[in-house]
């Protein structure tokens, strides 16, 4: 039977991440990696995080399931934090934990699709590889266009208008709440203020992605935009994850959103995400999501939480300013927000930045900037140049 099947190409950035380890050059500098790094090149548990697990470990007295809404306490105590006071959405908003962000964007996908089997998912390119298997896995048509200039390192908002113009009435419009992975560019508010009149006129269904709240401006101000979106229609979903700003990668940490027009619909859409949650993965891991919980339940575990995600920012933030100084035609990075920003450049230059100066970045280079110490943009913007990467910002 299985004869029948053709194999999947690897994980291009496990292959890369594999390449790194192996290269002995010292001066080997890893870009492509897609989580945060500290000035030491770890990724190490958060401070808070290990408090909340001691605490878990001495309280937890049971593991008996918890049903596939997960813990009803970690997706409540998340939602002041991303849509600020909820009483405005008294009513409107079922929520459910899920495995990531990654979870809540499968979960999501599949409600649209049970809500409305022909809707189209509206996807800005470049956006996260995974973005348009997931939606399409979950039935989906998938329709991508034109987000960012990688050339200029501008938002194409002609192209944005020219995908939403395209769009039918119910159809979904993905959108990254901050940070955008890839490019790290997002909208300007007027931008967002903009989509949000097509969105309405258009009678579209917001999806936001918001995967790096506090990693961007601030916990508050990367909420902004998804705080706009949900301020101004209906009904609106919301993908969110713990996996990065709580540095939880692989304790699966996230949950589903979804905005209503009242407390009937509530109702109905999370009995409908429960279901399709149950059929899924029955109920999601507990471990992360109640370390979590924890974390912002007590209010010392909460500050330190926050003053450990300021530094990751300001870590994050610190090292675009060094590789912007380091050359005019590197500028652009330093108002670009997010781990990553993505260079122009082929693939050929990509793979000769690997083999001739040991600095590895995705092939469509994305560079992660938490993986590099600032004392290191001299050598990137050498290799950069060496091998003609700045030619097309140079020009702009
Ligand atoms: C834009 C975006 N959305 C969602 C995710 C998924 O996050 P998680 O690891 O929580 O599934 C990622 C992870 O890299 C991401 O970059």
New binding site residues.
């Given amino acids: 039977m299985f004869e029948a099947l053709a194999a999947k190409p690897p994980d291009a950035l496990l292959g890369l991440i594999k390449a790194h380890s192996s290269d002995p050059r010292a001066h080997r500098i890893d870009l492509g990696v897609?989580v945060y790094r500290d000035a030491d090149g770890n990724t190490p548990v958060l401070k808070a995080v290990k408090a909340a697990e001691r605490i878990l470990h001495d309280t937890q007295d049971s593991k008996k399931y918890l049903g596939p809404e997960g813990d009803a306490g970690f997706s409540g105590l998340l939602q002041p934090i991303i849509f600020g006071d909820m009483r405005r959405f008294e009513g409107r908003m079922a929520a459910l934990q899920t495995p990531?962000?990654?979870?809540a964007?499968r979960l999501g996908a599949e409600l649209l699709r049970a809500a409305r089997p022909g809707a189209t998912a509206r996807v800005g390119a470049p956006t996260?590889p995974n973005h348009a298997p997931i939606f399409a896995s979950a039935g989906l048509a998938v329709e991508a266009h034109t987000f960012a200039d990688l050339k200029s390192q501008t938002v194409d908002f002609d192209g944005v208008r020219a995908g939403l113009a395209a769009a039918a009435p119910g159809d979904v419009v993905l959108l990254?709440g901050c940070c955008h992975?890839p490019t790290g560019i997002d909208f300007s508010r007027d931008q967002w203020r903009e989509i949000i009149d097509i969105v309405k006129s258009q009678r579209l269904i917001p999806f936001i992605?918001l995967?790096y709240q506090g990693l961007g401006d601030g916990l508050e101000e990367d909420a902004w935009a998804t705080r706009l979106v949900l301020d101004s229609v209906d009904e609106a979903l919301v993908?969110y994850?713990c996996?990065k700003n709580f540095g939880l990668?692989r304790d699966?940490?996230?949950a589903l959103y979804v905005l209503t027009r009242g407390p009937a619909e509530t109702a109905t859409v999370a009995s409908n995400v429960a279901w399709l949650a149950r059929v899924a993965w029955s109920m999601p891991p507990d471990h992360g999501a109640a370390v979590t919980r924890i974390v912002l339940e007590r209010p010392d575990l909460t500050a330190m939480w926050r003053e450990e995600l300021d530094a990751m920012r300001a870590r994050i933030n610190g090292n675009r300013a060094a590789l912007a100084a380091a050359d005019p035609a590197l500028a652009f990075v330093e108002a670009q927000r997010g781990l990553f920003s993505n260079l122009f450049m082929t693939k050929a230059q990509a793979v000769g930045l690997r083999e001739r100066h040991a600095i590895y970045c995705t092939d469509s280079g994305r560079i992660n900037l938490a993986g590099m110490q600032p004392a290191d943009a001299g050598p990137i913007v050498a290799a950069l140049r060496a091998e003609g990467c700045l030619a097309a910002a140079d020009a702009a």
């Avoid at 990531?100 to 979870?103: A, D, F, I, L, N």
């Fill in positions: 897609g990531g962000g990654t979870g964007l996260w990254h992975n992605d995967a993908a994850s996996d990668y699966r940490v996230g």
